[in-house]
């Protein structure tokens, strides 16, 4: 049996909610024809990641890998993978593409679904997260912090020759999570976005709302520290500080039509950020606080006709055309490259907020990684 193919594989474990994660084995799904294997090379470290580490939105299944923005290289295809008919960029993939995979690996892709037959198979009840999830067969589903990902090929993509692999990494989670609902609220010219939580997805949320030519963005943070970075760096024409202008929710009243909402904290003030819409405008929650959001009085939604809404990745479509937006106008986020060995310190840092502004792990040569 080839190295490619054996049924233990490596990765970086989580035993329980508190305990660091070892180096240690884990057995992948079984192997099918519709799988492919990569040879993982970079996985960026998403905030979820946190909060399914230490079981903060339910109780996560243990032992677990994380690890869900996974770029690599393809080192083995099944045998059905290039005749899959319901995927047709799938058959595609070779031995030795560069690839990408999200936050998602599987959906239950039923005509009779009414998600996945029209093609927004990221809100298929069937999901499975790339992560502490389960395929059909009851398998258990493990992540990028590894040497080795297996999983169906329908939701394994390729990345562009423009994009290098580090950076791409944080685009297949956090890039298309921006992407998918600043594209379906008409983000583009002529339109007002602004983008609240400048961390990793919010900064790419910068990025993509340039990248689709809307006529102003703005950056939503709770400090200045970030400005130079969000206006110089990122592209945001005006930066507000809400922690530091006391009338910030009075003084930028009705100036934006789309709110972006990347929030990772239950304490936001949901009810200023609403103040920011202009009538009929749109807020769209895309962070996950692990407690309810804040209490809104019926007045923050009736005056204007605001709508509030939220949204879940992206479906395979959205990866392909954000990838492709991104390497055409050269979307790269702001990453940070951490060797995988310290993958251990790079969460506590981005538990403390110091990623500027996505650590990106990074397998080396090492033995660990050839195993
Ligand atoms: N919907 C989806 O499909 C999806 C996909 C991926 C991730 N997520 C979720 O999205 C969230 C953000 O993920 P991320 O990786 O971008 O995390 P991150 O890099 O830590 O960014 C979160 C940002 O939220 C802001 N923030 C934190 N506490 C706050 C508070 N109390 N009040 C106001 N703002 C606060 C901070 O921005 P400032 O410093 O600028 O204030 C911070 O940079 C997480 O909940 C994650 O689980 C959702
Ligand atoms: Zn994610
Ligand atoms: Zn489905």
Redesign the pocket.
């Known amino acids: 049996m080839s190295p490619t193919s054996t049924d233990i594989f490596q990765g970086w474990v989580a035993h329980d909610a508190t305990s660091p994660l070892t180096f240690t084995t884990f057995t992948p799904k079984p192997f099918t024809e519709t799988d492919v294997e990569v040879q993982v090379s970079h996985c960026g470290i ?3 990641d946190l ?1 399914t580490l230490r079981s903060g939105w339910a109780p996560t299944d243990y032992p677990c890998v994380v690890g869900h923005e996974i770029v690599g290289t393809v080192c083995r295809v099944g045998s059905g993978v290039a005749t899959l008919a319901s995927s047709p960029a799938s058959p595609e993939i070779k031995i030795g593409d560069r690839v990408g995979i999200g ?1 998602q690996s599987m959906s239950c892709l039923r005509a009779d679904c009414e998600a996945c037959a029209d093609g927004q198979e990221n809100y298929c009840t069937r999901i499975t997260g790339t992560y502490n999830g389960r395929y059909a067969d009851k398998s258990k589903s493990y992540g990028g912090y590894a040497t080795r990902w297996r999983g169906p090929a329908y939701f394994v993509f390729k990345i562009p020759d423009a994009l290098p692999s580090a950076e791409a990494a944080p685009l297949l ?2 890039g298309v ?1 921006v992407f998918a609902p600043l594209q379906k609220y008409g983000a583009g010219p002529g339109k007002l976005v602004g983008v609240v ?6 900064h790419m949320g910068i990025l993509f709302a340039r990248a689709l030519g809307c006529d102003r963005v703005v950056a939503i ?2 400090t200045s520290s ?1 400005r130079k970075d969000a206006v110089d760096g990122f592209g945001a024409d005006a930066f507000i500080a809400t922690d530091e202008e006391p009338k910030w929710a009075r003084t930028y009243s009705r100036t934006l039509d789309l709110i972006l909402c ?4 239950p ?2 003030p949901l009810t200023q950020y609403l103040r920011l819409l202009k009538m009929d405008g749109v807020f769209v929650q ?4 692990e407690q309810p959001l804040p209490p809104l009085m019926a007045w923050s939604l009736i005056q204007k006709s605001v709508k509030v809404t939220g ?3 992206g479906s395979p479509e959205d990866i392909r055309q954000m990838l492709q937006l991104a390497a055409e106008q050269r979307v790269l986020p702001w990453i940070q490259k951490r060797p995988m060995n310290d993958v251990n310190a790079a969460l506590a840092d981005m538990h403390d ?1 110091k ?1 500027r ?1 996505r650590y990106v792990l990074e397998n080396g040569t090492d033995a660990q990684a050839k195993l």
């Open positions: 998403c905030s979820t909060h936050a989670c956090g999570t939580g400048i961390g990793g997805l919010g943070s709770r970030k990347t929030v990772d904290a304490d936001m895309v962070g996950v606080p949204s879940s990745i907020g990623a502004y």
